[in-house]
């Protein structure tokens, strides 16, 4: 999955002005997945909170 230049512009507009190249690589991460879910949504690639539930279930038996 890739990001548009611009989206990376508006997200390092809303940084404060010193921040530590490990939080700038994890917000670029955190927004790259925001983005993946996103399209899994658009997509119809879902699972139920039920589904999620019945199969975790079965962790705790």
């Known amino acids: 999955m890739s990001i548009a230049k ?3 512009i508006n ?3 809303e940084l404060p002005e010193k921040i530590d190249i ?3 690589m ?3 991460y955190l927004r790259q997945k925001l983005e993946a879910a996103e399209e899994d949504v658009r ?3 879902l699972i139920s909170h039920e589904e999620v539930a019945k199969e975790t279930s079965k962790w705790f038996k």
Do not use: H, P
Request: glycine content about 6%; cysteine-free; hydrophobic content about 35%.
């Open 26 to 28: 994890y917000r670029l």
């Open 11 to 13: 997200l390092i507009k």
């Open 43 to 45: 997509e119809g690639r």
């Open 6 to 8: 611009q989206q990376v």
């Open 22 to 24: 490990d939080e700038l």
